[in-house]
């Protein structure tokens, strides 16, 4: 990790919304963002449609087409009372997914920002197919907002497992310390089936990570925890140390499906958080 990732500013941020109670959260997460990092700030909402209803039925399509209208001029409405500029995205189809992640490859998104469930999310019960299917296959990294979330103000806890996953994770943690200046808790779970060498090596992992934020000025301790399951170790210390962000690996993109690409660590994470969580690919 270099000083320089450390320091960068996110420069553009992508704000999905549905305008739905599971997306409030992220809204005031990401302008509250956007004006901390004097980032551009572009918000996305979808209008659910395909070829066939909008020739058959265009004023459905209308009505919905206006309801997204409506959800972006809150959205400016919120993000002008705090002297940040918005450029408003409409976009059509069938799956919200595709087009957030579209449109962050097409915007050179440095982070996305989302509720952790929305409308389309009755698949997954905790945490929602779209959130899952863009925090798998985004470019960027992706912060997952649940209800009641807010931008951090009091620590960010990273979780590691020593992996180059952890590696890009450490990174964008330290970025955020900076921003946010606040410290870090790092993390290493292990669970009672490991032996005496896997969890030597949580400790290194550990180590290695509080090294990295030490020599880039960041105030950080770190520690081994033993838990049930590693997520389980994860959301317990959070609430010990008071985080109020959890920074997570993600495993990168590739042809897999979205519950590999993401981990089924990082997904239970986001599931059970309280906080907002952040997902962050591998360079």
Known sequence: ????????????????????????????????????????????????SNPEVEAIAPQIVAKAEMRA??????????????GVAIERLVRHG????????RQAEKRNADLIVMGRRGVRGLARLLVGEVTVKVCGQSPCSVMVVPRGGRLPSHRILLATDGSRYSDSA???AARMSRLCKLPVTIV?????SHNDARKGDAGTAVARAKEG????????????????????GIIETAKAVGADL???????????????LIGSVSERVLGAATCPVMVVKSG
């Open 1 to 48: 990790m270099s000083d320089a990732s450390a320091g960068a500013r996110l420069e553009r941020i992508l704000l999905a919304t549905d305008g739905s109670e599971h997306s409030a959260a992220a809204v005031d997460v990401a302008i509250d963002a956007a004006g901390k990092c004097s980032s551009r700030l572009d918000a996305l909402t979808m209008v659910i």
């Open 246 to 260: 959890i920074v997570v690996g993600s495993h990168g993109r590739s042809g897999l499906i979205e519950k590999v």
């Open 69 to 82: 209208r409506d959800i972006l001029d809150e959205v400016e409405r919120k993000a002008t009372a705090k």
């Open 170 to 172: 450490a990174a964008m």
């Open 213 to 232: 934020l030490e020599r880039a000025g960041i105030a950080v301790d770190g520690r081994v925890v033993e838990a049930a399951q590693p997520d389980v």
């Open 94 to 101: 069938q799956d919200p997914g595709y087009q957030i992640i």
């Open 188 to 192: 290493s779970v292990t669970v009672p």
